[in-house]
């Protein structure tokens, strides 16, 4: 019943990072209060994701654990958090949802980085119940965050550790943007009144040579991020302003 084997793989912009050292710790997990916005009847999903939502997106990874380091099998996990305004949802179901994790007591939850609200860190709720067992209602806290300093609830132990990519994407992230089309495809589409558009404010050739490479050939970096959302985490977005191949 212990959700020991955390990863946080926070999302947004561009920095792969690498997997954490993810070391089992059989010690049990800190009971903690569910607080006054638990709700029942929480829907069952794995992904909390409300469409249009601008906020980061956060992929939760864990193991379900018994006393004695055994994973527990199709444990109940219940998770609610708050959206990205510090708000809970209490009428409808917004950020709650539950599952089961699988039988090696696995469990992934999608979702978004929630906000703080007065008095409280960044905090994801959850309640952990092994089949017929008592159920442990604890919170999750995010590594590095300058508030937890600040919250007389948090607790270091039940931070989840930062993941910097997925082990099936070999830890790491696209490289490049990835063409929408060929180079002899944007040649043909593109003039060199499109390319010193599209590159207006960038130090850059601006010549037929280089209307392959021209912006619209290649699908919009927002796109690009989205895309793997789930293997990096955005820490700055860069403009370009000069553009020089050698
Ligand atoms: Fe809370």
């Keep these: 019943m212990i959700a020991s084997r955390r990863r946080l793989l926070a ?6 990072f690498a997997a954490d050292s993810i070391a089992q710790s059989c010690a049990r997990t800190l009971n903690q209060t569910e607080g006054p916005f638990f709700k029942t009847d929480s829907p069952r999903r794995v992904s909390l994701i409300e469409s249009g939502s601008k906020a980061p997106r956060l992929v939760v990874t864990g193991t379900v654990l018994s006393a004695q380091c055994k994973p527990v099998p199709n444990a109940l996990l219940d998770f609610w958090h708050s959206d990205e305004q510090g708000e809970y949802d209490n009428r409808g179901f917004r950020y709650r949802g539950h599952q089961h994790a699988d039988a090696q007591g696995r469990f992934r939850l999608e979702t978004i980085v929630p906000a703080e609200y007065p008095g409280r860190t960044r905090h994801i709720h959850v309640k952990v119940q092994a089949p017929g067992r008592r159920i442990l209602t604890t919170q999750l806290y995010f590594p590095g965050d300058p508030a937890n300093r600040r919250d007389g609830l948090y607790r270091a132990e039940l931070e989840m550790k930062k993941a910097k990519a997925d082990e099936a994407s ?39 040579g280089v209307l392959d490479e021209i912006p619209g050939a290649y699908k919009p970096i927002d796109e690009v991020m989205e895309n793997q959302a789930d293997l990096v985490e955005i820490v700055h977005t860069l403009k370009q302003v000069i553009c020089v191949k050698g």
Excluded: N, W
């Design 170 to 208: 070999f830890e790491s992230c696209a490289h490049g943007a990835g063409r929408k089309m060929s180079r002899k495809a944007a040649q043909k589409m593109f003039s060199v009144k499109d390319l010193e558009d599209q590159t207006h404010g960038v130090i850059c050739r601006k010549d037929k």
């Design 11 to 16: 999302a947004g912009l561009a920095l792969p």
